[in-house]
């Protein structure tokens, strides 16, 4: 049963006929030469439905489907203790991560060359899509300083974690999801009048008919939240790490985790300014609100033309053919993909380098961005900026300092991180902590350990939310999507033994708490060439000491209780792919509702090609185009395709 609804592309094709002879062309930017021909653009675009803020009303026949502050749909029943909320038990998180996700400071790259705008793109996304509401119940993770696998000190004794807040009126415990389910740009425009009101140029009165076409961009950077006088009247941002010590220097946008780091910091910049760019564009004799509206629409398909065109096949997700709008697909974020699927932090670099001209910057700005812990050398003309994970987290000061093109660029000039079960220390240890005063400049690296006196590990709380959320367990998730169950650790790893290598000075038993059983004893790079154990560049692949099935066994004894995040991110990649089967079923399932079940996607939107035929504006834009357009890196200077190094630089 397929419905095109307010879709119908034979209307959709009439309409463009009649306003466009009425006025005839008009490059980007000109306003037709008749009145009624404007008088009849607008009542035409003015008279298209818009889509909401909180993706309430999407879907016609199932309005609450995607909006705000819903449940998550499940694929599969929630698994609880207790069968009603209690999350069951497993070994503790801490532990598995020490033995599983620590990559004991050896870099391993993407085998097929992403750039870090997988991870960038992929967080920006997220936070289009997903939030889950924070409860106050803790359930903190204990730290066992006696571990003989842990190298942090954590003076606080337990790990931070709360779990997420139960939904209202379930007999069984389901969670939900704060933000709209759709990809519709709420990161840059919010899911509420009154964020985007503040957001918006204009008064903030709560009248939304004075407000401005533009985005409020001073300087040409997201404002802060003393842009418009008192910061307490700005709205919400989440601030942690050195920002709290400066809360209002906030940068605000659509989504409050807009400043976690500067990476997704100035991925928000640049979609306010293509706002504002096309919004310039638009003819004068449109209204202030019917140009925020077109400009709206038009960034909204651009950031789903690069998710479905670039994104996804960077990362080896090939959806079936698209045939339209299907209003029997619900479109609401799924359990399973928000709390195990979508968690890639395996593939964070710890650092972004951004290469440029070196007379970008005076000895002043480069003393500055020194004193930040910011490594910089210079070699003619050029400089190199190395900026370590920590320092760009709740730092969005930076974007400003580096500069946004050259920032931008520098994201797509070097390889993520593979995605696997490491984890870099920056996220598995002190994610968002600020170092310790008598080691301040210690940033990266083996020396980590020394500079930080508490711990927050993102991989013992993937594990952890898991639990908390009823996660099934490994081959209960793999049935659910249509997979068989592993029946051994060795074929849930692909490797040929699940056993420890024989070690006399080691008790039977023992081998899972041996520190050198992590080792790297060989590692290779692309083309599968050996490469020296401990460069830090150029692996893409690398074998150590002992199996990852064999930690796994002696972990979870039996493949039955894997936590399912766990054995997601243990499995061998598929050909062509970053992800393992598991991971790549729970993409391909998800991204196909968000894509078939969305009334507004760009392949359905009759607003879109009247909008070029009207005014020359075309929303099929690649991510190397919408950077060369709105700063001043030119295209010939990006990557034609900014998420695969192998892409050659545009022409």
Partial sequence: MKFRALHRSALLAAAISVVAAMIGPAPAGAAPSDSDGQQAATDFLNGLVLESLDGGGNNPFHPSWGRSGTAYSRVAPAEYADGKGVPKPGPNSRYISNRVFNDVHQNVFSERGVTQWGFTWGQFIDHNIGLRAEGDESAAIAFNSSDPLESFTNDFGSIAFHRSKAAEGTTVRQQFNTVGSYIDMSSVYGDNTSRLEWLRTGAVDDDMSNNGAQLLLPGGLLPTRTARGDASKAPAMDVEGQLRAHPERAAVAGDVRANENIALTATQTLFAREHNRIAAQLPAYLSNETRFQIARRIVIAEQQYITFHEFLPSMGVHLPTYTGYNPLVNATLGNEFATVGYRAHSQVHGEIEVETEASRYTD???????????????????????????????????????????????????????????????????????????????????????????????????????????????????????????????SITGEASEDF????????????????????????????????????????????RTPLAARLKAVYGSVDQVDAFVGMVAEPHLPGAEFGELQRAIWTKQFQALRDGDRFFYGEDPALPLIKSLFGIDYRHTLAQVIAANTDIPLTDLHTNVFLLDSPLGQ
Wanted: with cysteine.
């Fill in 364 to 490: 002043d700005q480069l003393a500055a961005l020194r004193a930040q812990g910011i490594e910089v050398s210079t070699e003619d003309r050029e400089i190199k900026l190395i900026v370590p994970l920590n320092v760009g987290a709740f730092n969005p000061d930076l974007v400003g300092s580096l500069q946004l093109g050259p920032l931008l660029q520098g994201i797509g000039a070097e390889s993520e991180y593979r995605n696997d079960e490491q984890i870099d220390n920056q996220m598995r240890s002190i994610l968002f902590q600020v170092p310790t005063s008598s080691n301040p400049d210690c940033l990266d690296g083996p020396e980590l350990p020394r500079c930080y006196r508490g711990v927050t590990d993102l991989g013992a709380i993937d594990i952890e939310r898991g639990r908390d959320h009823g996660m099934p367990s490994y081959n209960q998730l793999r049935r659910a999507y249509g997979l068989p169950a592993k029946s051994d650790f060795k």
């Fill in 501 to 544: 290598p024989a070690d006399p000075l080691l008790t039977p038993g023992d081998e899972i708490n041996d520190p050198d059983s992590l080792d790297f004893v060989a590692l290779t790079d692309r083309e599968g060439n050996p490469i020296p154990v401990g460069s830090q560049e150029g692996a893409t692949s690398g074998t150590r």
